[in-house]
């Protein structure tokens, strides 16, 4: 069964003789990624229930609530990083490209070299700026011409200004913000078609946020993004579709305008209203 | 912004209330106590070392009046101890370099193989064998080494190789390099476990191999480490004593092959020590001088190994 269709039927359940404030009939957008029934586990504790949603291309889908309800855990499986921890089980479907990730024919580099992740802690390489931006290309065999990728990428991630003088200085003599666009250019650099972000901005202040935002904004037409996100305002300001977790439970998904402003859902308004207010 | 003006009102009501005095009203007579015998204990260690430096330059200064400094760095043949005598350190030298080179040419690629392995690939389970038994084998007092080299090495490595003498270079390297493995293994996994796992997760997010992961972010972010460990079995290694004279023997010898008894500085050290050479003369000054020279190899090894050592430094948070 797909996302698209229990989107709708959680929708016709949830909202009977409410708003009508839902998606049309049909998923208006393009699927890229579909998250199908999707359970995680700790060792047995469960972290995510029975999620399904739907990754819309080219668009900015946002994830959303309170700590520990299981949004880093759903985000980094979507890109299996969830391989490197001890004790996970993933039940359930992620449907890309025609495969379900975890399916035991898919080889999950190929997977990450498609899917790209910025994480909440900048984490540049400790070499230079340069070598930070083309280290992922050169390990997967780019051929073209390395100087134009490496600018290419720190143009889009709004940084090349600031380091088109010092890209042979090391990448930890940038400060906090700065280095979290170098991160997001890196990832930009292997031209993924999904870019998954977690908490992108949670270290840094104000002024590099909005750089962020602006950036993401920009980025929209080229690729699809999935955002994890403490900051409601973020969220409603950004992305065109929210999901809202609590305690491993999807309570609500939908667009981003109408989860906001006319949540369907009773805790959903309790929880975007709390942080407003 | 109201609510932090109240609070910083009550604050200083509070500061008005209470006296404060930050004037100095006593001394502590523990934290000096402890302050000055710690320094005393460092000074001990700085008196000594003084010491010993002192008597290393004086007793060479008395070997270099008798025999000259050219003759002594580029002399090709060491007989200290009989007459026709001559006093060229280059064989001893030589002798030093062909155990410290064979045991690193093994324990280096096998100690940063261990490393690479017992920090990004063995279970928390295998970890915890294999660590504390490296950790035993960097604790096995030297000499053991040496006779485990006569006894099982050298009768082994005799059937393999034809034409090896009973004291052979090649033996003592090979134990001398079981015996620095371990120095090297564990302090390059811990080089490597320091490096934070957000570097890897990092490059894994960019479609890298476990192995891309390893050699070319874990590797290079750890390298000071690494590199500390490597010179550190080095200059143990040129330190070593007791392995190598049991293993690889007496004869000053600039043989190009392993397959040959030679003789190390440390192993010569041992040799005038330990027999009855009357002390005051010139025999017994030898002593000094090739002491004197390990001390400078050391201590360049050392400087040198502070410079690599800030010159790759990676910091990271
Ligand atoms: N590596 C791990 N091992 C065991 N349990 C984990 C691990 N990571 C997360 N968990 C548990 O899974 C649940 C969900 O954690 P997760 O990190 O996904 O939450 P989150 O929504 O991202 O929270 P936050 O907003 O604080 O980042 C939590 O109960 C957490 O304790
Ligand atoms: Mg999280």
């Known amino acids: 069964m797909s996302a698209i269709n229990l989107l709708e039927e959680s929708i016709v359940e949830k909202t009977a003789g409410e708003s009508e404030s839902i998606p049309s009939q049909t998923f208006p957008d393009e699927v890229i990624l579909d998250i199908d029934n999707v359970s995680i586990s700790y060792s047995g504790n469960p972290a995510v229930k029975h999620v399904s949603f739907p990754i819309a291309k080219n668009r900015i889908t946002s994830i959303i609530g309170p700590s520990g309800c299981g949004k880093s855990t759903l985000l980094r499986s979507i890109n299996r990083m969830n391989d490197f921890i001890d004790g996970v089980t993933v039940d359930g479907n992620f449907i890309y490209a025609g495969h379900n990730v975890y399916s035991s024919r898919i080889d999950p580099v190929e997977v990450r070299r498609n899917i790209g992740m910025v994480f909440q802690k900048p984490n540049p390489f400790p070499k230079t700026i340069y070598k930070n931006i083309s280290w992922g290309p050169q390990i997967n065999g780019f051929t073209g011409s390395m100087d134009e990728l490496v600018e290419k990428s720190l143009r889009q991630a709004a940084l090349w200004d600031e380091v088109r003088d010092r890209l042979h200085e090391s990448a930890l003599g940038l400060s906090g913000g700065q280095q979290q666009r170098l991160c997001i250019a890196r990832a930009l650099a292997m031209e993924p078609d999904i870019l998954l972000m977690d908490e992108p901005c949670s270290a840094l202040d104000p002024i590099s946020t909005s750089h962020i935002e602006d950036l993401l904004f920009d980025l929209k037409s080229r690729y699809t993004i999935v955002i994890v996100t403490h900051n409601m305002q973020q969220a409603a300001r950004i992305s065109d579709y929210t999901a809202f977790l609590e305690m491993g439970d999807l309570i609500e998904f939908g667009i981003t305008d109408q989860l906001f402003t006319r949540p369907n859902q009773k805790r959903t308004e309790e929880y975007v209203t709390g942080r407003f207010g | ?317």
Request: net charge neutral; with cysteine.
């Open chain 2, 1 to 317: 912004m109201q609510m932090r003006e109240m609070e910083t009102l009550k604050h200083s009501d509070v500061n008005q209330a209470k006296k404060i005095d930050i004037r100095k009203t006593r001394v502590r007579w523990g934290e000096f106590l402890i302050e000055s015998s710690l320094g005393l204990c460092a000074m001990i260690s700085i008196f000594t070392t003084g010491v010993i430096i002192f008597i290393l330059a004086q007793e060479s200064l008395g070997f270099f009046e008798a025999v000259s400094p050219f003759d002594f760095f580029f002399g090709t043949s060491w007989v200290p101890l009989f007459e026709p005598s001559s006093y060229g350190v280059l064989p001893l030298l030589w002798g030093t370099m062909l155990i410290t080179i064979g045991a690193a040419l093994f324990a280096i690629p096998t100690g940063l193989a261990s490393a690479i392995y017992l920090s990004e690939y063995a279970s928390p389970r295998m970890r915890a064998v294999v660590k504390p038994v490296l950790e035993v084998l960097a604790g096995i007092p030297t000499v053991v080494y040496g006779y485990f080299a006569l006894t099982f090495v050298t009768p082994l490595l005799r059937k393999m190789v034809p034409g090896l003498e009973v004291f052979n270079a090649l033996s003592g390297a090979i134990v001398v390099g079981v015996m620095i493995l371990p120095t090297i293994a564990t302090l390059s996994d811990n080089a490597l476990r320091a490096v934070p796992d957000s570097l890897r997760q990092g490059a894994y997010a960019l479609g890298a191999t476990s192995l891309e992961v390893t050699t070319r972010v874990v590797v290079p972010a750890g390298l000071s480490g690494v590199m500390a460990s490597f010179l550190l079995a080095i200059s143990r290694a040129i330190g070593e004593t007791m392995a190598v004279t049991l293993a690889a023997g007496a004869t000053p010898n600039l043989s190009l092959t392993f397959l040959e008894s030679i003789q190390t500085m440390t192993a010569y050290i041992v040799q005038v020590s330990m027999g009855d050479t009357p002390a005051g003369g010139i025999a017994y000054q030898t002593l000094f001088a090739v002491a004197g020279l390990l001390f400078v190899i050391t201590l360049i090894l050392n400087i040198v190994s502070q410079w690599i050592l800030s010159k790759f430094r990676e910091v990271y948070e």
